[in-house]
Each structure stands twice: as C-alpha cells, then as structure tokens.
C-alpha cells in the first residue's frame, strides 16, 4: 500500500479510511542524507515535501484533500516528499535547518533551486494552487 498504508489509519481496533485514489506520486523522505538529494534535484525540477503528523486529525484531513485536490499532469512538473514526522523527526528537523522554515504540522514546504520559496502549515496547505506556482 506504499505511503498511505498507515497513513489513513484510525486507532488501534477502528477501522481504517478508504483511499481510494492517490493522485500525488508520494516520495518517502527518510533519511536525512536524503536531503541533499532533494535540494539537488531541486535544481532541475520543483520538489515539493509534505511533513504529516499520522496521529493529528488536523494533518490526517489535509493531506487527504492535498492530494485529492492535486491534478495528476502536476507530477511531471514537480516532485513531493513526504515525511512521516512520528517517525522520523530528525528528518524534520534536519529539513527546517537546510532551508530555514519554522517547524509547523502538517507543513508544505516548496523548494526551488535549493531555497525554500513557499511554505504554508495547516488549512493553508490546500490553498496553494500549484498549477499556477508550476506554470
């Protein structure tokens, strides 16, 4: 199941949400040597990541219609990261220092030639119109 296998999950004995279709191409984001990688490939093409607390009902709706609201011809334009804040908080960490946003969650962060040149946190994720951004 990938990203999302866990990641529309409710309380242990609940049952979990139906996904029914992904539209971003999620890239995990574990590792924070990963993050060289990205501000590399960002040189090249727009990469986008997405930090996500997995246990926040605010994070868990976001990301939901993040992508649900994301058009599919958007992924040959841009990349995007995803990171699993519960689990791999250094990698938070570690993306706040390499491009000097304030930790927030959920957090989008977009980044352009190795700088960060949009970041927006909660509700206001779903307000970017990357198809304009992108243009």
């Known amino acids: 199941m990938g990203v999302f296998g866990n990641m529309f999950k409710k309380s242990s004995g609940q049952k979990k949400e139906e996904v029914k279709q992904n539209n ?18 960002s040189h090249n093409k727009p990469v986008g990541i997405f930090k996500h607390s997995t246990r926040c009902a605010i994070s868990k709706t976001v990301i939901k219609n993040f ?13 995007i990261f995803y990171i699993d804040l519960l689990n791999y ?30 970041h927006a946190s909660h509700y206001d994720i779903t307000q970017i119109d990357l198809e304009k951004i992108l243009k």
């Open 67 to 79: 992508d649900q609201g994301f058009p599919k011809e958007l992924n040959e334009k841009i990349d």
């Open 24 to 41: 971003i191409n999620w890239i995990p984001l574990k590792t924070v040597d990963q993050i060289k990688a990205v501000t590399k490939r």
């Open 89 to 118: 908080r250094d990698v938070s960490n570690e993306v706040g220092y390499e491009y000097q946003v304030l930790h927030q969650s959920p957090q989008f962060l977009l980044i352009n030639k190795g700088e960060a040149v949009l």
